[in-house]
Nanobody, 120 residues
Framework: QVQLVESGGGLVQAGGSLRLSCAASTTIFSINDMDWYRQAPGKQRELVATITRGGSTNYADSVKGRFTISRDNYKNTVYLQMNSLKPEDTAVYSC??????????????WGQGTQVTVSS
């Protein structure tokens, strides 16, 4: 069963940057739409950014102008570039995607999550 694998989380000071990556664990046909979510302790999960297969993007108001979602369709990888990080960006970040594993077969799946901690 295909899974999504995130990487790039870590500890950074306020004002710093991190780039998260999300890729399929096995060979697939394509990643269709992908979302990045985050969940901070004691808070509800929040949709941070979305990118479609065609490259259209949307962002939560809280990250507009600071975060950029992008994709490399040849590598079947989606990225979340996070700049000007704030302590309130601290959360577990998870990707969620619809994937065409083979032509005609589409599944939806989550990544395991990666911790982002921003110190003040």
């Amino acid at each position: 069963q295909v899974q999504l694998v995130e990487s790039g989380g870590g500890l950074v000071q306020a004002g710093g940057s991190l780039r998260l990556s999300c890729a399929a664990s096995t060979t697939i046909f394509s990643i269709n739409d992908m979302d990045w979510y985050r969940q901070a302790p004691g808070k509800q999960r929040e949709l941070v950014a979305t990118i479609t297969r065609g490259g259209s993007t949307n962002y939560a108001d809280s990250v507009k102008g600071r975060f950029t979602i992008s994709r490399d369709n040849y590598k079947n990888t989606v990225y979340l570039q996070m700049n000007s990080l704030k302590p309130e960006d601290t959360a577990v970040y998870s990707c969620y995607a619809t994937i065409t594993t083979t032509p005609g077969r589409v599944v939806s799946t989550w990544g395991q999550g990666t911790q982002v901690t921003v110190s003040s």
